[in-house]
Nanobody, 124 residues
Framework: QVQLAESGGGSVQAGGSLRLSCEVS????????VGWVRQLPGKEREVVAS????????YYDTFLKSRFIISQDKAKNTVYQQMNDLRPEDTGMYYC?????????????????WGRGTQVTVSS
């Protein structure tokens, strides 16, 4: 089993930034991809970004890649999501997810491990 623990969510004004962290523990050898998935009110879950843990290859949602940056610190088994220029429409729950993937890394159902999520609220 893989455990994922998110932190770093909170409230911020429009234009501000937040950095989410995801600590990955347990059977980390069994996964090769970690993603950030968000669920906005009234919408389906969508993958914001993902990263291959072996070679740091990032993948982004086309419309978010200019504002969101995914990275990892392998020594700490932690994946980060830097979110800049936040907008009220970014308000929602953000989940850290993980799986062994070779494709469909931007498709939420591909991920079989999920954290509890962290709330991000952006006020105008």
């Amino acid at each position: 089993q893989v455990q994922l623990a998110e932190s770093g969510g909170g409230s911020v004004q429009a234009g501000g930034s937040l950095r989410l962290s995801c600590e990955v523990s347990g059977a980390t050898y069994s996964i090769n991809c970690v993603g950030w998935v968000r669920q906005l009110p009234g919408k389906e879950r969508e993958v914001v970004a993902s990263i291959y843990t072996d070679d740091n290859r990032p993948y982004y949602d086309t419309f978010l890649k200019s504002r969101f940056i995914i990275s990892q610190d392998k020594a700490k088994n932690t994946v980060y999501q830097q979110m800049n220029d936040l907008r009220p429409e970014d308000t929602g729950m953000y989940y850290c997810t993980a799986a062994t993937l070779s494709h469909r890394r931007l498709w939420a159902p591909s991920y079989n491990y999920w954290g509890r999520g962290t709330q991000v609220t952006v006020s105008s």
